[in-house]
């Protein structure tokens, strides 16, 4: 029996040549798996949009590419839409429009968004209606935004639990700025 089984693993034993091949591929694929580790922890990750808070820029099931790496240059600025850490649950990722920059006041008056009591002219802000819910949009209140602080609404306010509801998102929440819905491919389009 143990004859048997030398003679086994002696023909399925690998070769100094085989096994310089099978080395290559498996440094090749620990590399492959660092260099998607970093690019995803600082450079661009995937989401899934989950909800239909974004409609009709992004629906639910849409999956974008987030760029994680321009904040760290810049700020985040009105109109782009964001990815951030929820401030109430810093472990969920929310994705929202970015519609007040601290410090400036922010008002929703007749679905209109005013900074600073003047109406934004912020091409993707201004087609949208927004709506006066939450402790943080009532109807004739103006809200003082902090410093280095931001108001995200979503694109579909009717429908959207965001600044309005639970208050204004730091900047050290900030994951990334959307980019492009790659899937489904019908969708497929940069995001602005």
Do not use: C
Request: glycine residues 6%; aromatic residues 12%; proline residues 6%.
């Amino acid at each position: 029996m143990y004859s048997k089984i030398k003679t086994i693993v002696k023909r399925y034993a690998l070769n100094p040549k085989t096994k310089a091949v099978f080395k290559e591929y498996a440094e090749s694929l620990l590399i492959a798996l660092v260099l998607a580790m970093i690019i995803r922890t600082f450079v661009i990750q995937a989401f899934k949009i989950p909800t239909g808070s974004m409609n009709p820029t992004l629906i639910a099931g849409d999956r974008i590419l987030v760029n994680k790496f321009i904040y760290r240059f810049r700020k985040p600025e009105r109109g782009e839409i964001v990815v951030f850490k929820y401030p109430q649950n810093p472990k969920l990722p929310y994705i929202k429009r970015l519609v007040g920059v601290g410090p400036e006041n922010i008002e929703i008056r007749d679905g209109r968004i005013l900074i600073n009591e003047e109406e934004t002219n912020n091409q993707h802000i201004t087609p949208r209606f927004y709506y006066n819910r939450g402790d943080y949009a009532q109807a004739g209140q103006t809200i003082d935004i902090p410093e280095d602080n931001f108001f995200v609404l979503g694109d579909n306010s009717g429908n959207s639990k965001d600044s309005r509801y639970w208050g204004f998102v730091p900047r050290k929440n900030f994951l990334g700025k959307a980019l492009l819905i790659y899937w489904p491919l019908n969708r497929l389009r940069l995001l602005k």
